[in-house]
């Protein structure tokens, strides 16, 4: 199976049989979250595995997991998750889910059925299992042998939004960016202008064949685009 096949293949499952889960199964689905990739390779997430009754009694106080015979809580270290040192963003639900989706396709993969849970009260997680205050519960993944048909793979087809509207080209965001930060309208932009954010640049080869041979201008003249705004980069002596 290739693994669009299997990202296809994957549905929600919201109702199991009552058949407990292989340790075997257990082992591949962790082994799976193991190897995944976490930012900066900081690796903070932990899974709280649940497969006893009172275990599973304990989880059902805080979310809804259809009673699956086993769940996994996955959770992350803020203390130990990569920051964005621009504006501090912590990746802990980055990493958190990155594994959660790695476990989600191994069960897929071994032919059984999970669903992806984020309703619960992580309150109630960390009073029953008693978490560190550093550990975050991200994602709740129950598992389980599927009770019933299952979604067909071709779903996708009407379920999802076609790839014309979910891929942003580069070309139609830079149009974007001219739109907000040089000029609202096009026909009067510069065609010499080189602002980065005006899609209609001119190749290398153009702005040699028309650039001048005369001294750049000094000064305030020389920080000033040929459009006249400040987010214009290119002086006026490159496109005159």
């Keep these: ?125 960390r009073e029953e299992f008693g978490l560190p205050e550093t550990l975050v519960p991200v994602n709740i993944l129950a598992v389980g042998h599927p009770a019933g048909e299952l979604k067909s793979p071709d779903r996708h087809a009407t379920e999802r939004i076609p790839t014309s509207e979910l891929v942003i080209h580069a070309q139609r965001s830079a149009f974007r960016r001219a739109q907000a930060f040089c000029s609202t309208d096009f026909t009067s932009h510069p065609k010499g202008c080189h602002c980065r954010a005006n899609p209609f640049v001119q190749t290398p080869s153009a702005q040699i064949q028309n650039r001048p041979t005369a001294r750049p201008p000094a000064g305030r003249e020389a920080r000033a685009g040929r459009c006249g705004r400040r987010s214009c980069r290119s002086p006026s002596w490159r496109s005159a």
Aim: proline content about 6%; overall charge negative; charged content about 20%.
């Design 1 to 125: 199976m290739s693994f669009l096949d299997l990202a296809k293949k994957r549905c929600s499952t919201r109702a199991y049989q009552p058949v407990p889960v292989s340790q075997e199964h257990i082992d591949a689905i962790v082994e799976a979250a193991r190897v995944a990739p976490t930012a900066a390779n900081r690796q903070p997430v932990r899974i709280l595995q649940v497969t006893s009754e009172e275990g599973l009694a304990s989880l059902a106080k805080a979310a809804n997991v259809f009673d699956a015979p086993l769940a996994f809580v996955v959770c992350a270290d803020g203390e130990k998750a990569w920051k964005r040192p621009l504006d501090g963003m912590s990746t802990v639900h980055v990493d958190a889910s990155i594994l959660t989706d790695h476990m989600m396709l191994a069960a897929t993969d071994l032919g059984l059925g999970s669903v992806w849970i984020c309703r619960f009260d992580p309150t109630v997680i």
